[in-house]
């Protein structure tokens, strides 16, 4: 007779959480017991007033209906890989050597990661940051050495952090430029020390660029590869700036000195190669959004912008919250002045509210400080009803 024993999962799989997503149950909750819910938590721009822009919807619907429906090349169709080429040069990043397309960015991290780390071997990344990182790391048996940003000095990296933190099993760190959960945008200074930094210790750089185009007040994006002589991996997507993140399509380009990256992007080429290709027909949008009409990106803009201002604003007034004004992406990270865990509040917020945040220890944080993340896509009038919910309830909250 068989046993019916519970399947034992990969022990790797232990601590890997998602907070962006993991909050969601606790919203269904909310909504099965009646509250209109108000979702604050996810940067899913389609979720609300932004649509893809026709003209790279038209493109995939053209490819399928010529039939690019078969599997691509490996690292993805000529014609998007020579886009990606051309928009990295007009950018000034120096010596491409390898263009890769994935499903998603998140494909491309985590390939680029796999590639590179072998268990035990550790790889610096921003704190707060992108919990995507956290799990491949995680999913590698390698180490994740947290380094600061500064809430103190609009959320820059801490680059003496940095520097104290290299040693002799780092291989890697990750820059994600403007951040996520933070929206901060890196000063060009502290992107030129990140780069010297690695370039000297013989590092490789994951310079995560999805949220490139969407800055505020008129900021120009600085590549960190266009600043490195050193080995830099560039991620970006249609998911952000394209507002397609249910395409699947990313890439990565890796950029440096062809004598220092032979063997790393053939490691890169055989995982690709492994799981045959990204998303056939969507491939031909990215040339579409790259060469075409980015008119999408003044009107999203705009109304973004109106959506940070009213965040930090709203945020602001509450007695007991502190927000740092993003200068990118779609997110703030405020600060909760309250001396019991962010998760806690955010459990009863949801509860209670059905405003759906994501408490910031998903997302990692200085020791003894609370936050959550607001991710600003809703229209002006649910923002306004989400802080105005927030604000009641931390009145109770506080007196808990
Ligand atoms: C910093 C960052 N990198 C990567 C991703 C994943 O992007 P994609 O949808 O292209 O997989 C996200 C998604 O939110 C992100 O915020």
């Given at each position: 007779?068989?046993?019916?024993?519970?399947i034992?999962?990969?022990?790797?799989?232990?601590?890997?959480?998602?907070?962006?997503?993991d909050v969601?149950?606790?919203?269904?909750?909310a909504?099965?017991?009646?509250?209109?819910?108000?979702?604050?938590?996810?940067?899913?721009?389609?979720l609300?007033?932004?649509?893809?822009?026709?003209?790279?919807v038209?493109?995939?619907?053209?490819?399928?209906?010529?039939?690019?429906?078969g599997?691509?090349?490996?690292?993805?169709?000529?014609?998007a890989?020579?886009?990606?080429a051309?928009?990295?040069?007009?950018?000034?990043?120096?010596?491409?050597?390898?263009?890769?397309?994935?499903?998603?960015?998140?494909?491309?991290?985590?390939?680029?990661l796999?590639?590179?780390v072998?268990p035990?071997?550790?790889?610096?990344a921003?704190?707060?940051?992108?919990?995507?990182y956290?799990?491949?790391?995680q999913k590698?048996?390698?180490?994740?050495?947290?380094?600061?940003?500064?809430?103190?000095?609009s959320?820059?990296?801490?680059?003496?952090?940095?520097?104290?933190?290299?040693?002799?099993?780092?291989?890697?760190?990750?820059?994600?430029?403007?951040?996520?959960?933070?929206?901060?945008?890196?000063?060009?200074?502290?992107?030129?020390?990140?780069?010297d930094?690695?370039?000297?210790r013989?590092?490789?750089?994951l310079?995560?660029?999805?949220?490139?185009?969407l800055?505020?007040?008129?900021?120009?994006?600085?590549?960190?590869?266009?600043?490195?002589d050193?080995?830099?991996?560039?991620?970006?997507?249609?998911?952000?700036?394209?507002?397609?993140?249910?395409?699947?399509?990313g890439?990565g380009?890796?950029?440096?000195?062809a004598?220092?990256?032979?063997?790393y992007v053939e490691?890169?080429?055989k995982l690709?190669?492994?799981?045959l290709?990204?998303?056939?027909?969507?491939?031909y949008?990215?040339?579409?959004?790259?060469e075409?009409?980015?008119?999408?990106?003044?009107?999203?803009?705009?109304?973004?912008?109106?959506?940070?201002?009213?965040?930090?604003?709203?945020?602001?007034?509450?007695?007991?919250?502190?927000c740092?004004?993003?200068?990118?992406?779609?997110?703030?990270f405020?600060?909760l002045?309250?001396?019991?865990?962010?998760?806690?509040?955010?459990?009863?917020?949801?509860?209670?509210?059905?405003?759906?945040?994501?408490?910031?220890?998903?997302?990692?944080?200085?020791?003894?400080?609370?936050?959550?993340?607001?991710?600003f896509?809703?229209?002006e009038?649910?923002?306004?009803?989400?802080?105005?919910?927030i604000?009641a309830?931390?009145?109770t909250?506080?007196?808990g």
């Amino acid at each position: 007779m068989s046993k019916r024993k519970p399947i034992r999962p990969s022990a790797r799989t232990a601590n890997i959480t998602y907070a962006v997503r993991d909050v969601v149950i606790l919203a269904q909750q909310a909504a099965d017991e009646g509250k209109d819910l108000l979702r604050l938590n996810i940067g899913d721009p389609n979720l609300f007033d932004f649509t893809t822009p026709p003209h790279i919807v038209d493109a995939v619907v053209e490819a399928m209906r010529s039939n690019h429906c078969g599997y691509s090349p490996s690292s993805g169709i000529a014609q998007a890989r020579q886009a990606i080429a051309a928009e990295a040069q007009g950018k000034g990043i120096r010596s491409v050597q390898d263009i890769f397309i994935t499903t998603g960015a998140s494909e491309a991290i985590d390939v680029a990661l796999s590639a590179l780390v072998n268990p035990g071997e550790k790889v610096l990344a921003p704190m707060p940051g992108y919990p995507l990182y956290s799990a491949v790391i995680q999913k590698l048996e390698a180490i994740e050495t947290p380094y600061h940003l500064d809430e103190d000095n609009s959320w820059q990296p801490d680059t003496d952090d940095i520097a104290a933190k290299i040693d002799d099993k780092t291989r890697a760190i990750v820059v994600i430029n403007p951040n996520n959960p933070t929206g901060s945008l890196a000063a060009p200074q502290a992107l030129q020390a990140i780069v010297d930094l690695a370039a000297r210790r013989g590092l490789v750089v994951l310079a995560d660029e999805i949220y490139d185009k969407l800055l505020f007040d008129g900021a120009r994006h600085v590549p960190l590869a266009s600043l490195s002589d050193g080995v830099v991996v560039t991620f970006n997507g249609l998911s952000k700036s394209y507002l397609a993140p249910g395409f699947r399509l990313g890439w990565g380009i890796v950029s440096g000195p062809a004598a220092m990256v032979g063997d790393y992007v053939e490691a890169i080429n055989k995982l690709l190669r492994a799981r045959l290709s990204a998303h056939h027909p969507g491939q031909y949008g990215i040339t579409a959004a790259l060469e075409g009409d980015h008119s999408h990106l003044q009107t999203a803009l705009e109304k973004l912008t109106r959506r940070r201002d009213l965040t930090v604003r709203m945020l602001n007034e509450i007695d007991g919250i502190s927000c740092v004004a993003p200068g990118g992406a779609f997110y703030a990270f405020p600060r909760l002045h309250i001396d019991r865990p962010d998760t806690e509040f955010v459990k009863g917020l949801i509860r209670q509210t059905g405003v759906v945040v994501v408490p910031g220890s998903g997302f990692g944080q200085k020791q003894g400080t609370q936050h959550f993340r607001v991710a600003f896509l809703a229209p002006e009038q649910t923002l306004q009803q989400a802080y105005r919910k927030i604000d009641a309830f931390l009145r109770t909250f506080r007196k808990g």
